[in-house]
Protein backbone atom coordinates (compact mmCIF):
# COMPACT_ATOMS: atom_id res chain seq x y z
CA UNK A 1 0.00 0.00 0.00
CA UNK A 2 1.16 3.81 -0.26
CA UNK A 3 3.82 4.33 2.19
CA UNK A 4 2.27 8.03 3.50
CA UNK A 5 1.25 7.68 6.88
CA UNK A 6 -2.71 8.20 7.55
CA UNK A 7 -3.38 12.10 7.29
CA UNK A 8 -6.81 11.89 8.48
CA UNK A 9 -8.83 11.20 11.85
CA UNK A 10 -11.45 9.36 10.48
CA UNK A 11 -12.72 8.38 14.08
CA UNK A 12 -12.71 11.81 15.14
CA UNK A 13 -14.69 13.10 11.87
CA UNK A 14 -17.59 10.50 12.41
CA UNK A 15 -17.56 11.68 16.11
CA UNK A 16 -17.98 16.12 15.39
CA UNK A 17 -19.30 15.43 12.01
CA UNK A 18 -22.51 13.87 13.12
CA UNK A 19 -22.31 16.26 16.58
CA UNK A 20 -22.37 19.19 14.15
CA UNK A 21 -25.64 18.24 11.87
CA UNK A 22 -27.19 17.91 15.58
CA UNK A 23 -26.05 21.56 17.07
CA UNK A 24 -28.11 22.29 13.94
CA UNK A 25 -31.21 20.39 13.81
CA UNK A 26 -31.45 22.09 17.31
CA UNK A 27 -32.15 25.18 15.87
CA UNK A 28 -35.54 24.43 13.87
CA UNK A 29 -38.34 21.41 14.30
CA UNK A 30 -37.33 19.62 11.17
CA UNK A 31 -33.51 20.10 8.83
CA UNK A 32 -33.64 19.79 5.07
CA UNK A 33 -30.19 18.56 4.72
CA UNK A 34 -28.94 18.60 0.91
CA UNK A 35 -25.76 16.20 0.56
CA UNK A 36 -23.56 16.95 -2.26
CA UNK A 37 -20.76 14.48 -3.63
CA UNK A 38 -20.66 10.44 -3.15
CA UNK A 39 -22.41 9.21 -0.09
CA UNK A 40 -21.58 5.54 -0.54
CA UNK A 41 -18.45 5.99 -2.52
CA UNK A 42 -16.34 9.06 -1.87
CA UNK A 43 -12.54 7.91 -3.75
CA UNK A 44 -12.19 11.29 -4.19
CA UNK A 45 -11.59 12.21 -0.32
CA UNK A 46 -10.06 8.99 0.05
CA UNK A 47 -7.25 9.85 -1.84
CA UNK A 48 -6.72 13.40 -0.41
CA UNK A 49 -7.09 12.82 2.78
CA UNK A 50 -5.38 9.43 3.85
CA UNK A 51 -7.50 7.10 6.06
CA UNK A 52 -11.00 8.61 5.14
CA UNK A 53 -12.56 5.55 4.31
CA UNK A 54 -15.52 6.18 1.67
CA UNK A 55 -18.69 5.67 2.78
CA UNK A 56 -18.23 8.02 5.85
CA UNK A 57 -20.79 10.37 4.77
CA UNK A 58 -22.90 7.39 4.95
CA UNK A 59 -21.52 6.31 8.01
CA UNK A 60 -22.38 9.63 9.33
CA UNK A 61 -25.85 9.09 8.93
CA UNK A 62 -26.37 5.74 10.47
CA UNK A 63 -24.96 7.41 13.65
CA UNK A 64 -27.93 9.48 13.36
CA UNK A 65 -30.20 7.18 11.93
CA UNK A 66 -32.69 7.19 14.34
CA UNK A 67 -33.15 10.94 13.64
CA UNK A 68 -32.44 10.43 9.81
CA UNK A 69 -35.17 9.89 6.88
CA UNK A 70 -33.98 10.07 3.11
CA UNK A 71 -35.67 11.35 0.19
CA UNK A 72 -34.25 11.11 -3.12
CA UNK A 73 -34.48 13.83 -5.88
CA UNK A 74 -34.16 13.23 -9.82
CA UNK A 75 -34.91 15.23 -12.58
CA UNK A 76 -37.82 14.62 -14.61
CA UNK A 77 -35.48 15.57 -17.30
CA UNK A 78 -32.52 13.13 -16.67
CA UNK A 79 -35.43 10.15 -16.72
CA UNK A 80 -36.56 11.36 -20.11
CA UNK A 81 -33.33 11.63 -21.61
CA UNK A 82 -31.99 8.57 -19.84
CA UNK A 83 -29.12 10.22 -18.47
CA UNK A 84 -26.07 7.93 -17.34
CA UNK A 85 -23.75 8.20 -14.54
CA UNK A 86 -20.87 7.70 -16.33
CA UNK A 87 -18.44 6.72 -12.99
CA UNK A 88 -20.93 3.75 -12.61
CA UNK A 89 -22.56 3.12 -16.01
CA UNK A 90 -26.33 3.37 -13.91
CA UNK A 91 -29.05 5.55 -15.76
CA UNK A 92 -30.05 8.29 -13.37
CA UNK A 93 -33.60 6.56 -12.50
CA UNK A 94 -31.57 3.01 -12.05
CA UNK A 95 -29.45 4.41 -10.03
CA UNK A 96 -32.48 5.97 -7.67
CA UNK A 97 -33.60 2.24 -7.23
CA UNK A 98 -29.69 1.14 -6.38
CA UNK A 99 -29.59 3.91 -4.05
CA UNK A 100 -32.70 2.52 -2.18
CA UNK A 101 -31.41 -0.70 -1.64
CA UNK A 102 -28.15 0.51 -0.65
CA UNK A 103 -29.71 2.80 2.10
CA UNK A 104 -31.91 -0.17 3.50
CA UNK A 105 -28.67 -2.42 2.98
CA UNK A 106 -26.93 0.72 5.76
CA UNK A 107 -30.01 0.10 7.99
CA UNK A 108 -31.19 4.08 6.51
CA UNK A 109 -34.78 4.55 5.58
CA UNK A 110 -35.81 6.16 2.14
CA UNK A 111 -39.02 7.55 2.82
CA UNK A 112 -40.00 8.78 -0.76
CA UNK A 113 -38.55 9.97 -3.63
CA UNK A 114 -39.60 13.44 -5.71
CA UNK A 115 -39.65 13.83 -9.32
CA UNK A 116 -38.48 17.84 -10.41
CA UNK A 117 -38.99 19.94 -12.90
CA UNK A 118 -42.21 17.80 -13.94
CA UNK A 119 -43.73 18.38 -17.03
CA UNK A 120 -45.65 15.22 -18.09
CA UNK A 121 -42.63 13.92 -19.92
CA UNK A 122 -43.54 10.19 -20.81
CA UNK A 123 -40.92 8.59 -19.06
CA UNK A 124 -41.22 10.56 -15.68
CA UNK A 125 -44.85 9.49 -15.49
CA UNK A 126 -43.79 5.66 -16.07
CA UNK A 127 -40.71 5.92 -13.46
CA UNK A 128 -43.34 7.25 -11.37
CA UNK A 129 -46.11 4.42 -12.13
CA UNK A 130 -42.92 1.84 -11.37
CA UNK A 131 -42.29 3.16 -8.32
CA UNK A 132 -45.30 3.67 -6.80
CA UNK A 133 -46.17 0.03 -8.13
CA UNK A 134 -42.95 -0.76 -6.06
CA UNK A 135 -44.97 0.57 -2.66
CA UNK A 136 -42.37 4.03 -2.91
CA UNK A 137 -43.90 6.88 -2.17
CA UNK A 138 -43.38 9.42 -5.01
CA UNK A 139 -44.22 13.37 -5.32
CA UNK A 140 -44.06 15.80 -7.84
CA UNK A 141 -42.69 19.07 -8.15
CA UNK A 142 -42.91 21.20 -11.27
CA UNK A 143 -41.33 24.15 -13.58
CA UNK A 144 -41.36 27.04 -11.81
CA UNK A 145 -41.35 29.88 -14.24
CA UNK A 146 -38.04 32.28 -14.22
CA UNK A 147 -37.33 29.93 -10.67
CA UNK A 148 -35.34 31.33 -8.09
CA UNK A 149 -35.18 34.97 -9.53
CA UNK A 150 -38.49 35.49 -9.87
CA UNK A 151 -39.12 35.46 -5.60
CA UNK A 152 -42.76 36.35 -5.91
CA UNK A 153 -43.66 34.14 -8.48
CA UNK A 154 -41.66 31.32 -6.67
CA UNK A 155 -43.51 31.72 -3.25
CA UNK A 156 -46.89 31.27 -4.15
CA UNK A 157 -49.82 29.10 -4.93
CA UNK A 158 -48.00 29.15 -9.16
CA UNK A 159 -44.65 28.13 -7.71
CA UNK A 160 -44.12 26.26 -4.35
CA UNK A 161 -47.24 26.26 -3.39
CA UNK A 162 -48.15 23.83 -6.61
CA UNK A 163 -45.21 21.34 -5.31
CA UNK A 164 -46.39 18.07 -3.78
CA UNK A 165 -45.93 18.44 -0.16
CA UNK A 166 -43.64 16.06 1.01
CA UNK A 167 -44.60 13.87 4.24
CA UNK A 168 -41.70 13.68 6.56
CA UNK A 169 -41.68 12.17 10.16
CA UNK A 170 -38.11 12.34 11.34
CA UNK A 171 -36.57 15.78 12.53
CA UNK A 172 -33.48 15.26 10.14
CA UNK A 173 -34.35 14.88 6.19
CA UNK A 174 -31.53 14.26 4.14
CA UNK A 175 -32.21 15.35 0.40
CA UNK A 176 -29.81 13.41 -1.83
CA UNK A 177 -29.96 12.56 -5.47
CA UNK A 178 -28.04 10.67 -8.40
CA UNK A 179 -26.06 13.84 -9.83
CA UNK A 180 -25.93 16.93 -10.31
CA UNK A 181 -28.88 18.92 -11.37
CA UNK A 182 -31.42 16.91 -9.48
CA UNK A 183 -33.10 19.94 -7.82
CA UNK A 184 -31.85 19.40 -4.38
CA UNK A 185 -31.56 22.75 -3.05
CA UNK A 186 -35.09 23.43 -5.30
CA UNK A 187 -36.72 20.25 -2.92
CA UNK A 188 -35.25 21.54 0.60
CA UNK A 189 -36.39 25.54 0.02
CA UNK A 190 -39.82 24.12 -1.93
CA UNK A 191 -40.33 21.84 1.55
CA UNK A 192 -39.52 25.00 3.86
CA UNK A 193 -42.51 27.21 2.27
CA UNK A 194 -44.59 24.35 2.53
CA UNK A 195 -43.34 23.64 6.19
CA UNK A 196 -43.73 27.26 7.30
CA UNK A 197 -47.04 27.91 5.97
CA UNK A 198 -48.18 24.50 8.32
CA UNK A 199 -46.65 26.25 11.45
CA UNK A 200 -44.02 24.13 11.20
CA UNK A 201 -40.07 25.74 11.78
CA UNK A 202 -37.97 23.67 9.49
CA UNK A 203 -34.47 25.11 8.34
CA UNK A 204 -31.91 24.43 5.37
CA UNK A 205 -28.09 23.55 5.70
CA UNK A 206 -25.75 21.54 3.12
CA UNK A 207 -23.31 18.78 3.99
CA UNK A 208 -20.74 18.77 1.69
CA UNK A 209 -16.73 18.28 1.88
CA UNK A 210 -15.15 20.01 -0.90
CA UNK A 211 -14.06 23.00 -1.07
CA UNK A 212 -12.86 22.75 2.57
CA UNK A 213 -13.87 26.04 3.69
CA UNK A 214 -11.56 26.69 6.26
CA UNK A 215 -8.54 25.71 4.06
CA UNK A 216 -6.72 28.57 1.82
CA UNK A 217 -7.93 28.98 -1.45
CA UNK A 218 -4.95 27.83 -3.12
CA UNK A 219 -4.33 24.81 -0.85
CA UNK A 220 -3.73 21.93 -2.48
CA UNK A 221 -6.66 19.98 -0.93
CA UNK A 222 -9.10 22.55 -2.50
CA UNK A 223 -7.28 23.08 -5.36
CA UNK A 224 -7.74 18.86 -6.02
CA UNK A 225 -11.42 19.25 -5.99
CA UNK A 226 -10.96 22.39 -8.54
CA UNK A 227 -9.54 19.49 -11.25
CA UNK A 228 -12.26 17.06 -9.95
CA UNK A 229 -15.12 19.42 -11.25
CA UNK A 230 -13.07 20.62 -14.00
CA UNK A 231 -15.47 19.63 -16.50
CA UNK A 232 -18.36 21.39 -13.94
CA UNK A 233 -16.73 24.67 -14.47
CA UNK A 234 -16.55 25.00 -10.57
CA UNK A 235 -14.13 27.66 -9.32
CA UNK A 236 -13.06 27.74 -5.84
CA UNK A 237 -13.66 31.57 -4.28
CA UNK A 238 -13.35 33.77 -1.58
CA UNK A 239 -16.49 34.09 -0.25
CA UNK A 240 -17.37 38.09 0.27
CA UNK A 241 -20.56 37.69 2.17
CA UNK A 242 -18.42 35.60 4.92
CA UNK A 243 -15.71 38.20 4.64
CA UNK A 244 -18.11 40.97 5.10
CA UNK A 245 -20.18 39.70 7.75
CA UNK A 246 -17.12 38.11 9.95
CA UNK A 247 -14.03 39.64 8.98
CA UNK A 248 -13.05 36.00 8.14
CA UNK A 249 -11.51 34.30 4.74
CA UNK A 250 -14.06 31.12 3.92
CA UNK A 251 -14.16 29.25 0.59
CA UNK A 252 -16.93 28.40 -1.40
CA UNK A 253 -17.77 27.70 -4.93
CA UNK A 254 -18.84 30.21 -7.87
CA UNK A 255 -22.17 28.69 -8.17
CA UNK A 256 -22.94 29.18 -4.12
CA UNK A 257 -21.60 32.69 -3.91
CA UNK A 258 -23.50 33.13 -7.17
CA UNK A 259 -27.00 32.47 -6.38
CA UNK A 260 -26.61 33.45 -3.04
CA UNK A 261 -28.01 36.59 -2.38
CA UNK A 262 -31.44 35.16 -4.03
CA UNK A 263 -31.39 32.23 -2.07
CA UNK A 264 -30.97 34.31 0.99
CA UNK A 265 -34.10 36.63 -0.03
CA UNK A 266 -36.51 33.45 -0.45
CA UNK A 267 -35.35 31.96 3.36
CA UNK A 268 -35.60 35.58 4.46
CA UNK A 269 -39.20 35.68 3.38
CA UNK A 270 -40.10 32.18 4.20
CA UNK A 271 -39.03 32.03 7.65
CA UNK A 272 -39.30 36.08 8.17
CA UNK A 273 -35.96 36.21 9.26
CA UNK A 274 -32.51 36.48 7.84
CA UNK A 275 -30.62 32.97 9.01
CA UNK A 276 -27.26 33.03 7.27
CA UNK A 277 -25.40 35.55 6.60
CA UNK A 278 -23.20 33.61 3.91
CA UNK A 279 -23.23 30.62 1.54
CA UNK A 280 -20.68 29.39 3.99
CA UNK A 281 -22.96 29.31 7.12
CA UNK A 282 -24.92 27.30 5.16
CA UNK A 283 -22.26 24.46 5.59
CA UNK A 284 -21.68 22.30 8.52
CA UNK A 285 -18.64 20.78 7.09
CA UNK A 286 -15.95 19.94 9.94
CA UNK A 287 -13.39 17.93 7.84
CA UNK A 288 -10.35 20.17 8.17
CA UNK A 289 -10.58 19.59 12.22
CA UNK A 290 -9.88 15.73 11.17
CA UNK A 291 -6.37 16.56 9.43
CA UNK A 292 -3.64 14.77 11.22
CA UNK A 293 -1.08 15.69 7.98
CA UNK A 294 -1.36 19.26 6.32
CA UNK A 295 2.22 18.15 4.22
CA UNK A 296 0.50 14.40 3.51
CA UNK A 297 -2.78 15.95 2.75
CA UNK A 298 -1.10 18.40 0.17
CA UNK A 299 1.27 15.72 -1.58
CA UNK A 300 -1.90 13.09 -2.11
CA UNK A 301 -3.66 16.49 -3.26
CA UNK A 302 -1.48 17.16 -5.60
CA UNK A 303 -0.77 13.40 -7.08
CA UNK A 304 -4.55 13.29 -7.11
CA UNK A 305 -4.39 16.37 -9.47
CA UNK A 306 -1.87 14.48 -11.85
CA UNK A 307 -4.09 12.07 -11.89
CA UNK A 308 -7.43 13.68 -13.21
CA UNK A 309 -5.34 15.33 -15.81
CA UNK A 310 -4.70 11.60 -17.20
CA UNK A 311 -8.27 11.05 -16.76
CA UNK A 312 -9.36 14.24 -18.80
CA UNK A 313 -6.64 13.18 -21.95
CA UNK A 314 -8.94 9.78 -22.19
CA UNK A 315 -11.76 11.41 -21.63
CA UNK A 316 -10.97 13.60 -24.22
CA UNK A 317 -9.73 10.78 -26.65
CA UNK A 318 -13.39 8.90 -25.80
CA UNK A 319 -15.15 12.05 -26.43
CA UNK A 320 -16.42 12.34 -23.10
CA UNK A 321 -14.82 15.75 -22.32
CA UNK A 322 -13.42 18.91 -23.86
CA UNK A 323 -10.17 20.80 -24.47
CA UNK A 324 -11.11 23.31 -21.96
CA UNK A 325 -11.21 20.66 -18.86
CA UNK A 326 -7.68 20.06 -20.03
CA UNK A 327 -6.86 23.48 -20.53
CA UNK A 328 -8.15 24.34 -16.59
CA UNK A 329 -6.24 21.14 -15.12
CA UNK A 330 -2.73 22.16 -16.66
CA UNK A 331 -3.56 25.45 -15.24
CA UNK A 332 -4.26 23.97 -11.74
CA UNK A 333 -1.15 21.52 -12.47
CA UNK A 334 1.45 24.80 -12.77
CA UNK A 335 -0.50 26.07 -9.32
CA UNK A 336 1.22 23.20 -7.18
CA UNK A 337 3.99 22.95 -9.22
CA UNK A 338 3.50 19.47 -10.84
CA UNK A 339 3.22 18.24 -14.44
CA UNK A 340 1.86 14.91 -16.50
CA UNK A 341 5.88 13.81 -15.67
CA UNK A 342 5.80 14.11 -12.24
CA UNK A 343 3.70 10.76 -12.45
CA UNK A 344 6.63 8.11 -11.86
CA UNK A 345 4.38 4.96 -13.10
CA UNK A 346 3.52 6.82 -16.29
CA UNK A 347 7.12 7.58 -17.19
CA UNK A 348 8.03 3.50 -16.22
CA UNK A 349 5.10 2.23 -18.32
CA UNK A 350 5.98 3.92 -21.25
CA UNK A 351 9.39 2.93 -21.01
CA UNK A 352 8.53 -0.29 -21.07
CA UNK A 353 5.77 0.10 -23.70
CA UNK A 354 8.79 2.14 -25.91
CA UNK A 355 10.93 -0.84 -25.46
CA UNK A 356 8.82 -3.68 -26.32
CA UNK A 357 6.46 -2.36 -28.64
CA UNK A 358 3.33 -3.89 -26.81
CA UNK A 359 0.94 -2.41 -24.08
CA UNK A 360 2.67 -1.99 -20.63
CA UNK A 361 1.49 -1.42 -16.76
CA UNK A 362 3.56 -0.19 -14.08
CA UNK A 363 2.81 0.03 -10.23
CA UNK A 364 4.41 1.85 -7.33
CA UNK A 365 4.14 -0.50 -4.25
CA UNK A 366 6.04 0.94 -1.06
CA UNK A 367 8.21 3.15 -3.04
CA UNK A 368 9.28 0.67 -5.74
CA UNK A 369 8.72 0.50 -9.48
CA UNK A 370 7.02 -3.39 -10.35
CA UNK A 371 5.96 -3.72 -14.11
CA UNK A 372 4.28 -5.81 -16.74
CA UNK A 373 4.03 -6.64 -19.68
CA UNK A 374 2.06 -8.23 -22.98
CA UNK A 375 2.23 -11.58 -23.30
CA UNK A 376 0.42 -14.39 -25.23
CA UNK A 377 -1.36 -15.63 -22.18
CA UNK A 378 -1.74 -12.26 -20.28
CA UNK A 379 -2.19 -8.26 -20.82
CA UNK A 380 0.45 -5.86 -19.15
CA UNK A 381 -2.64 -5.48 -16.57
CA UNK A 382 -2.41 -9.16 -15.08
CA UNK A 383 1.75 -9.39 -15.78
CA UNK A 384 1.66 -6.23 -13.45
CA UNK A 385 -1.13 -7.23 -10.93
CA UNK A 386 0.63 -11.17 -10.25
CA UNK A 387 3.72 -9.08 -10.20
CA UNK A 388 2.92 -6.91 -7.43
CA UNK A 389 1.02 -9.57 -5.48
CA UNK A 390 4.23 -11.30 -5.41
CA UNK A 391 6.28 -8.10 -3.69
CA UNK A 392 3.69 -7.73 -1.09
CA UNK A 393 3.47 -11.38 -0.23
CA UNK A 394 7.55 -12.02 -0.18
CA UNK A 395 7.19 -14.53 -2.95
CA UNK A 396 10.53 -15.24 -5.17
CA UNK A 397 10.21 -14.44 -8.45
CA UNK A 398 8.61 -17.42 -10.09
CA UNK A 399 5.84 -18.04 -11.99
CA UNK A 400 2.61 -18.01 -9.98
CA UNK A 401 0.70 -19.94 -12.54
CA UNK A 402 1.69 -21.99 -15.45
CA UNK A 403 0.62 -22.77 -18.57
CA UNK A 404 -1.01 -25.53 -17.74
CA UNK A 405 -3.81 -23.64 -15.48
CA UNK A 406 -4.25 -20.91 -17.74
CA UNK A 407 -4.29 -22.47 -21.04
CA UNK A 408 -7.49 -24.10 -20.55
CA UNK A 409 -8.85 -20.78 -19.74
CA UNK A 410 -7.99 -19.14 -23.17
CA UNK A 411 -9.11 -22.24 -25.08
CA UNK A 412 -12.96 -21.64 -22.92
CA UNK A 413 -12.54 -17.56 -23.95
CA UNK A 414 -12.18 -18.25 -27.74
CA UNK A 415 -12.91 -21.62 -28.87
CA UNK A 416 -16.26 -21.93 -26.61
CA UNK A 417 -16.87 -18.44 -25.91
CA UNK A 418 -15.92 -16.99 -29.15
CA UNK A 419 -14.28 -14.33 -27.67
CA UNK A 420 -11.35 -11.95 -29.77
CA UNK A 421 -8.89 -11.40 -27.05
CA UNK A 422 -6.96 -14.59 -26.05
CA UNK A 423 -4.93 -12.97 -23.36
CA UNK A 424 -6.29 -12.52 -19.93
CA UNK A 425 -7.98 -10.24 -18.26
CA UNK A 426 -6.68 -9.11 -14.36
CA UNK A 427 -10.04 -10.74 -13.00
CA UNK A 428 -9.44 -14.13 -14.75
CA UNK A 429 -5.77 -13.83 -13.40
CA UNK A 430 -7.15 -13.47 -9.78
CA UNK A 431 -9.94 -16.49 -10.58
CA UNK A 432 -7.14 -18.29 -11.31
CA UNK A 433 -5.03 -17.56 -8.46
CA UNK A 434 -7.90 -18.29 -6.31
CA UNK A 435 -8.37 -21.75 -7.68
CA UNK A 436 -5.29 -22.96 -7.92
CA UNK A 437 -4.15 -21.81 -3.82
CA UNK A 438 -6.10 -25.05 -3.04
CA UNK A 439 -2.86 -26.69 -4.15
CA UNK A 440 -0.57 -24.04 -4.06
CA UNK A 441 1.27 -22.70 -1.05
CA UNK A 442 2.53 -19.54 -2.92
CA UNK A 443 -0.58 -18.79 -4.44
CA UNK A 444 -2.97 -19.10 -0.85
CA UNK A 445 0.14 -16.80 0.35
CA UNK A 446 -0.04 -14.45 -2.87
CA UNK A 447 -4.27 -14.47 -2.05
CA UNK A 448 -4.37 -13.12 1.35
CA UNK A 449 -1.65 -10.67 0.58
CA UNK A 450 -3.91 -8.49 -2.16
CA UNK A 451 -5.23 -6.04 0.29
CA UNK A 452 -1.99 -4.75 0.65
CA UNK A 453 -1.93 -3.01 -2.59
CA UNK A 454 -4.77 -0.82 -1.93
CA UNK A 455 -3.59 2.75 -2.46
CA UNK A 456 -0.72 1.67 -4.83
CA UNK A 457 -0.98 3.91 -7.80
CA UNK A 458 -1.00 2.04 -11.37
CA UNK A 459 -0.67 3.63 -14.62
CA UNK A 460 -1.52 1.91 -18.45
CA UNK A 461 0.27 2.57 -21.73
CA UNK A 462 -2.86 2.31 -23.29
CA UNK A 463 -6.48 2.41 -22.34
CA UNK A 464 -7.65 -0.64 -20.67
CA UNK A 465 -10.99 -2.62 -20.96
CA UNK A 466 -13.73 -1.68 -18.53
CA UNK A 467 -13.14 -4.77 -16.67
CA UNK A 468 -9.39 -4.20 -16.23
CA UNK A 469 -10.63 -0.73 -15.05
CA UNK A 470 -13.33 -2.23 -12.56
CA UNK A 471 -10.67 -5.20 -11.16
CA UNK A 472 -8.27 -1.97 -10.53
CA UNK A 473 -11.00 -0.32 -8.74
CA UNK A 474 -12.41 -2.60 -6.57
CA UNK A 475 -8.82 -3.34 -4.99
CA UNK A 476 -8.34 0.05 -3.96
CA UNK A 477 -5.88 1.16 -6.87
CA UNK A 478 -5.39 4.38 -8.14
CA UNK A 479 -4.99 4.08 -12.10
CA UNK A 480 -4.33 6.26 -14.81
CA UNK A 481 -3.71 5.60 -18.60
CA UNK A 482 -2.17 7.30 -21.56
CA UNK A 483 -4.85 8.39 -24.25
CA UNK A 484 -4.06 5.59 -26.61
CA UNK A 485 -5.96 2.28 -27.56
CA UNK A 486 -3.96 -0.77 -28.21
CA UNK A 487 -5.95 -1.23 -31.81
CA UNK A 488 -6.54 0.46 -34.70
CA UNK A 489 -10.35 -0.11 -34.90
CA UNK A 490 -12.83 2.39 -35.23
CA UNK A 491 -15.24 0.88 -32.47
CA UNK A 492 -13.23 0.52 -28.77
CA UNK A 493 -16.37 -1.10 -25.68
Known amino acids: MATAKNSFDNKLYLKIQGEKILERVSKFDKLYLEIGGKLFDDYHASRVFKGFEIDSKINVLYSLRSKVEIVIAINANDIQTSKVRSDIGLSYDNDVLYMIDEFENKKLTVSSVVITQFNYQPLAVAFKEKLENLGIKTYLHYVIEDYPRSIDKTLSDEGFGKND ?3 TKKPIIVITAPGPGSGKMAVCLSQLYNENIRGIKAGYAKFETFPVWNLPLKHPVNLAYEAATADLNDINMIDPFHLEAYNTVAINYNRDIEVFPVLNELLKKIMGKQIYKSPTDMGVNVIAKCIKSDSVCSEASKKEIVRRYYQALVDVAKDRSSEESLIKLETIMKKVDVSKESRTVAIEARKLADKTKQPAVAIE ?6 TGKTSKLMGASSAALLNAIKKAAGIPDIKL ?27 EVLLALAINSRTSEYSMKAL ?35 PEYHSKKLYHK
Do not use: W
Request: glycine share 6%.
Open 365 to 370: YNGKII
Open 401 to 427: LSEFILEPIQELKTVVLKGNNPRLHTD
Open 448 to 482: KAIDKLKGCDVHSSVILSDVDINTFKKLGMHLTMD
Open 165 to 167: YIE
